[in-house]
């Protein structure tokens, strides 16, 4: 008796892999439904299948070791599926931490920040500006800000290879 698939791979339901531009049913693994997180549909199987990435279009292929994992270490919710490359991911990870340093460093720098720790504001928050074209006024402003402080703090002969930190 078949239920939601334990049978055979091919008859899992669709929903778990509906992005998915190719299913390698090949590959399938067995799933341990007591290790995932599900109300009433586990999945039984893993399954060798490829993506394409939303952010910058590429295929990938999220594979049957991957969501063991995903599913049974991470313990992510049965029905999700990445939306994601590897790369991408890792890209997204690293704007998030960006992120989190510019809030725990901002304000700081803002009362009696160094030449120095204002200038990482303003990298950080290009880089973020490059990231997502558009920011919360209060960051842009914060940039210019510091632009314009940095600049009238700057060496005369302002030579951009000097850091010197000092007044
Ligand atoms: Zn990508």
Not at 37 to 46: E, L, T
Not at 87 to 92: A, D, P
Request: glycine share 6%.
């Amino acid at each position: 008796m078949d239920i939601f698939g334990n049978s055979h791979p091919k008859k899992m339901p669709q929903h778990f892999f509906f992005a998915a531009l190719a299913i390698h049913h090949e590959t399938a693994v067995r799933g341990n439904v007591e290790k995932q997180n599900y109300s009433v549909c586990p999945r039984h199987w893993y399954i060798d299948a490829d993506f394409k990435c939303e952010r910058c279009g590429q295929e990938f292929t999220w594979t049957a070791k991957e969501q063991k994992a995903w599913f049974e270490d991470y313990f992510f919710w049965v029905d999700s599926q990445p939306r994601h490359c590897a790369k991408c991911r890792g890209e997204i990870r690293r704007l998030v931490e960006l992120r989190k340093e510019y809030d725990a460093t901002v304000a700081a720098a803002r009362h009696h920040g160094t030449t120095e720790q204002k200038r990482q504001i303003i990298e950080i928050v290009s880089e973020l500006q490059q990231a997502f074209g558009q920011l919360p006024e209060k960051m842009t402003e914060t940039k210019r800000l510091f632009e314009h402080q940095t600049r009238s703090q700057a060496e005369p002969d302002g030579a951009g290879n000097s850091h010197r930190a000092g007044q």
